[in-house]
């Protein structure tokens, strides 16, 4: 590794010597100080000379010097085509990112001045027996714990344990109530805080749990610590920092890259908005994206010239054949396609059903193999019948691609889709076949099957196009991303290779203490320490009955390590996530040095690092990838809606055409006649009442008390007398004044009348359901407790009616976003489901005998097809995802057992398996759905930003939506002739 870095600082040496000399040292365009890049290449060329030939005894300096050498890496992305827009878009946002940090870092010191003058000290006072004034300095304490210090009467080695933590009912913390302390216990200020690495005890070490909660990654444990410290006086401190604090700068760092991606757009159309027209109808630009490529245009015409001749021929060549027309008459008829799309359901069903824990050797294990039980027990089962129908569905499948080649003939391999769906009725049909059955990818390809469901949806096709357009952007962002990712990774194993490694027996503090020690049993049974251990220590995740009977070993948390490359990238790519951030920077916190045990500090410059990282990795590229996929996304609706170079104003006319189009004559019941005594003197009194204002308002007013006494339930509510009897008298008088309402319109309008509207319709059925829980005390036996429970919560429906109201603009303008956007999210969603079931059946493959852990665990696995998607939803939420994939990949170092039958050990799959759904599903399909809500939003708001404008200048706003409705509602009341 010396003689090659010698060799390549050698060359970077020439090539900067030949720089200086082809440019010549002077600033003037051309030369060497002109471009920064070369400036910046110079510098780090400097400075591993300095590395190399000035001797200095620390190591940290030597580090850091050497890791200004992995800036390198920012030329070679450089030069990589498509980065030239994404470092333009990273060098426009710095200023307003600047500007953000700026308020970031303002409001951290204020929050983090108050925190001191609020709660310092508050971690130090515990409850703890009389005569413990220490604690052990070199442990963590769980970052939440309930229990009080207590002597341990055993010899603690070396003196370095002197208590041990006893779980009780009552809080340790004194600090605001002296009295809180259990009987026989003592409140005590230890020197030390005990309570881990969250301290108020400085500015400094304030900084730490302040940044945790700008950061909206575990500040509810923070908050419920420091609530058993000094009370309820913790809560408004929280709420603050996370309400002003973490929303508004992530949502700032949010709208400043997307911000800044419009911008570079917008420009970028001013530049030559006629070419950008051209190329995107041919998609001929020039890599770089600055101009035509006119060998393509000339090109790409002959080619699609050539296309529509074998097209043509095709075509004639199936008119020759009769039985190419009945074949493709065949293929063609709706009927087929739904009687196909039916058999495709019916094979990813049996899919689903069909896993290695429905193979009879593992369910019927507890007879012989050669007994008659044994084969009772397996045609028992359904995998024979599974069998069965994958060799049907298969021939079926087959017969389908060959009728379908056979009338479409090469026409049928000019599209993707019918590619795809030819290749998987391929591989389902080779793995029939017992010579191929034995290759483990056509048995893993069966996965795919329910692709073929997307191929059949045209909304999902949609999807999957807009996904395919977006990927251009999406890999510049990944390998900007990685790129970044590969400096800090350096920079972490100069800093951190070799530090985040203890033993199994905690008392061994370094490694050549651990591997000479024979086994963890004895040691580990003196010690004092609870049997819990906290989060950022690694612990065997095997059965303990193996422990005792094993050599110590010296491992890496589960929270990552910077060992190697590999290991630094996955472990960055997992905190990028915000996933284990806090308890990986507490790591490198307790870092001491290589071989040696994490020793806890409350305070570490190593944090820096972590935090830098979180705000390049986290908040800006995380939104990198939001930014890339919502401008890819507003420029493809707008080349297919026919809108790329319409204004605003111009889209909103065009959307209001459409809409004009669609909308009919409203039916709007007439007044009572006056024909009778009851018609003038009961129904025109009440029809008037019941289209007037004040009854509306009256309902509204109903309903908005109702809500308020809603929130006043309780669990064992009939335990109290006085507020069981006001809340029932409550819910009746609500009761009767639904009815009443319903009464009044009723008769008013007519029953025809009432029932012409949706919204009156809708507070029917709400009042049906008001009458079915009045009987819930007689139809208890009829009922079951969740459908009365559901007819609860059908009241706060009723909340809509008052969203609903036109006068409610702002609110009505977000009801409509969601509304706009529903199908396109839903079309994403079903996308994103049919990915998670592909994911799910692979799972069930890969993992389904794997030992259980803290969070491979009896609700979270893949044992069957439903634990699967609630574990994979877990992980597309980020909930510990990175935790499931440890335990997925557990080896025989953390407790399983390699020579049980089946093996409960996982594999190294785990880790591209979780991080390509992470990516998959969390970055590009969550990110999709962000931009389609965005893009919604968007265009609601730029019509409405450019009529108020409109207005603001003397001119008539523009037509809106309500104008319609007003006068659609008009022209129902004027004669239909």
Known sequence: MERANHFFLGFYTLELLARVVALGLHCEPGGFF????????????????????????????????????????LFVLKEIPGMSELFNTARQCIPSVGNVAGLAFGILLIMGVAGVQFFRGAYHFRCADEGITAYAHSHHLPLRV????????????????SWQQRFDTKGIFCFSQHDRCPKGTVCYEFENNPAGELSFDSTLKATIPVLLTLMIDGWAEQMFNLMDAVGWSAVPYFVIMVTFGGFLVLQLFLAVISDTFVCIEQQRRARGPREDVVASFFDITDPDGDGLNHVLVIGKLALMNLFVA???????????????????????????????????????????????????????????????????????????????????????????????????????????????????????LLSLFPFFSMFQTLRVMRVLRPLRLLIRNPSMKVVIETLVSTIPAV??????????????????????????????????????????????????????????????????????????????????????????????MLTLFIAMTGDNMPRLMWIGMDAEGVDVAPVRKDWSYAAIYFLAWHVVGTFMSLNLFVGAIVETFSKLRKRGDGMALMTPAQQHWTDLLRDVRLMTPISIFRPPTQDSWLARNIRMPLYRLATSRYLEYAAYFVISANLVQLCGDYFRIEENELHHAMYEAFTTMFRIMYLLEFLIKIMGLGVQGYFSSGSRRVEFLLLVATGLECTQGASDALFPPMLLRFLRLVRVLRILRLLGDRRLRRIRELLQTLLLCLPAVMNVASVLFLVMSIYAVLGMQLFPFVKRGKSLNEYSNFESYG???????????????????????????????????????????????????????????????????????????????????????????????????????????????
């Open 146 to 161: 309930r229990g009080h210090l207590q002597l341990d009467d055993q010899p603690a080695p070396e003196g370095d344990f």
């Open 475 to 568: 890999i510049n962002v990944q390998v900007f991303v990685m790129g970044l990712m590969g400096i800090f990774t350096l920079v972490g194993m100069q800093l951190f290779m070799g530090t985040f490694a203890s033993c199994t027996t905690r008392a061994l503090t370094t490694r050549a203490l651990c591997l000479a020690s024979e086994t963890s049993a004895s040691t580990e049974a003196s010690l004092p320490l609870p049997e819990v251990m906290p989060e950022n220590r690694r612990v065997l995740r095997g059965s303990g009955q193996r422990v005792g009977s094993r050599e110590n070993i010296w491992l890496n948390p589960d929270e990552g390590n910077f060992d190697s490359f590999g290991d630094s």
């Open 867 to 977: 634990r699967a998607m609630l574990l994979l939803f877990q992980v597309l939420t980020g909930d510990d995802w990175y935790m499931i994939m440890r335990d997925a990949a557990i080896d025989y170092d953390h407790g399983c057992n390699p020579d049980a039958v089946p093996s409960d050990c996982g594999t190294a799959l785990a880790i591209p398996f979780f991080v390509s759904f992470v990516l998959i599903g969390a970055f590009i399909f969550l990110n999709l759905i962000v931009a389609v809500v965005l893009e919604c939003y968007d265009a609601l708001r730029a019509w409405k930003d450019a009529s108020e404008l409109a207005e603001q200048s003397g001119k008539p706003g523009f037509i809106s939506t309500d104008h319609l409705i007003e006068f659609q509602e008009l022209g129902s009341v004027l004669p239909h002739d």
């Open 310 to 428: 074998i097209l043509l021929d095709a075509f004639r060549n199936n008119v020759d054949s009769k039985m190419r027309d009945t074949a493709a008459a065949i293929v063609s008829d709706y009927r087929f396609e739904i009687v196909i799309t039916f058999l495709i359901v019916v094979s990813t069903f049996c899919l689903v059903l069909d896993g290695p824990r429905q193979e009879p050797k593992f369910l019927c294990s507890d007879f012989p193999t050669d007994s008659s039980e044994y084969d009772e027990c397996a045609n028992a089962t359904l995998k024979p019948y599974l069998e069965v129908a994958n060799v049907c569905l298969t021939i079926i499948f087959t017969l389908e691609a060959s009728l379908k080649v056979f009338a479409y003939r090469r026409a049928f391999f000019t599209s993707r889709w019918n590619l795809i769906d030819f290749v998987i009725v391929c591989s389902s």
């Open 34 to 73: 002109s471009d920064p890049f070369t400036v910046f290449e110079g510098s780090i060329v400097v400075v591993s000379w300095i590395v190399l030939l000035v001797p200095t005894d620390t190591h940290a300096v030597r580090s850091m010097m050497r890791c200004f050498r992995s800036l390198r890496m």
